[in-house]
């Protein structure tokens, strides 16, 4: 039957999200339709994945905001939800060890539903395992989101670890959307580690550009003007409730060093 062998995929979008925009959530919808029409994958699930204030990135508001708000702006989404596990560490963590760690909750979640099955269905389950035909319940494939200024950032001495790079993509895969003027496919064919690994890069094109940019949006904000449809409208009056970004916010971590170039090269802060 169709759709027995498609791959169940959930797609897991890791950054500041500071604020959330619209075009955060476009990735999500691009991602699933891109995906689905290869006729391989049925996209079950979407995370957002809010880093931890310990990133230290300059103008990086509180984790408690930035949740907030991710949730703010998928309460109407029937599929893309919001995760804390990561921003509530009191340390940065690597993008690797989040991806680990929602694969192993995705496998824990499969493995309560096969526990559920096996007590509900006993006398079935009991004689489908004396047959041939029993169909093991398999994990979903984690899949990491992301735009081509992810895929760029590769290559930004100390900003990953190789090792990491080649995990993402040789076990789990990306799935990267262009934006203007970038060149995925270039930037993947001049990467020895990409082309490796070109296979597992899924590239959608999004062919209604629309370049909203969080730093952009922040600058706006600063200046008191109008941010609206760039942004949920929920999370634009959260934003005016909370008076959430201004000159003070925005040289937060000014003078501190990004906390993968410190943990990669030693350095800290002056």
């Not at 039957?1 to 500071?18: D, R, T, Y």
């Not at 940065?92 to 559920?116: F, G, P």
């Not at 004689?127 to 984690?142: D, F, N, S, V």
Request: hydrophobic fraction near 35%.
């Amino acid at each position: 039957m169709e759709g027995q062998n498609m791959s169940k995929v959930v797609l897991l979008a890791c950054g500041s999200f500071n604020p959330i925009t619209n075009m955060h959530l476009r990735m999500f919808e691009l991602a699933r339709d891109h995906l689905e029409d290869t006729g391989r994958y049925s996209v079950i699930k979407g995370i957002i994945s809010p880093v931890s204030d310990g990133y230290k990135k300059k103008g990086l508001i509180e984790a408690c905001h930035r949740v907030e708000m991710a949730r703010l702006a998928t309460e109407n989404s029937q599929w893309i939800t919001v995760d804390s596990w990561e921003c509530l560490q009191p340390e940065w963590v690597e993008t690797l060890k989040v991806i680990r760690h929602h694969y192993e909750e995705q496998m824990a979640a499969e493995q309560n539903e096969d526990d559920v099955d096996t007590v509900r269905y006993a006398k079935k389950r009991r004689y489908l395992e004396g047959t041939t035909h029993l169909k093991i319940r398999e994990c979903p494939q984690l899949m990491m989101l992301c735009g081509a200024d992810v895929l760029e950032s590769f290559v930004i001495p100390n900003l990953w670890k190789q090792d990491d790079i080649a995990e993402i993509l040789g076990r789990y895969g990306l799935v990267c959307i262009t934006r203007s003027g970038s060149d995925p496919y270039k930037f993947i064919h001049q990467s020895d580690l990409l082309w490796k690994y070109r296979k597992n890069i899924h590239v959608v094109p999004e062919w209604v550009t629309n370049e909203i940019s969080a730093t952009h949006v922040r600058q706006a904000l600063r200046r008191g003007q109008s941010v609206r449809y760039l942004l949920p409208d929920d999370v634009v009056q959260y934003i005016q409730e909370h008076q959430l970004y201004n000159s003070d916010t925005e040289q937060k971590n000014a003078d501190v060093i990004l906390a993968p170039l410190q943990r990669y090269t030693g350095a800290s802060s002056s």
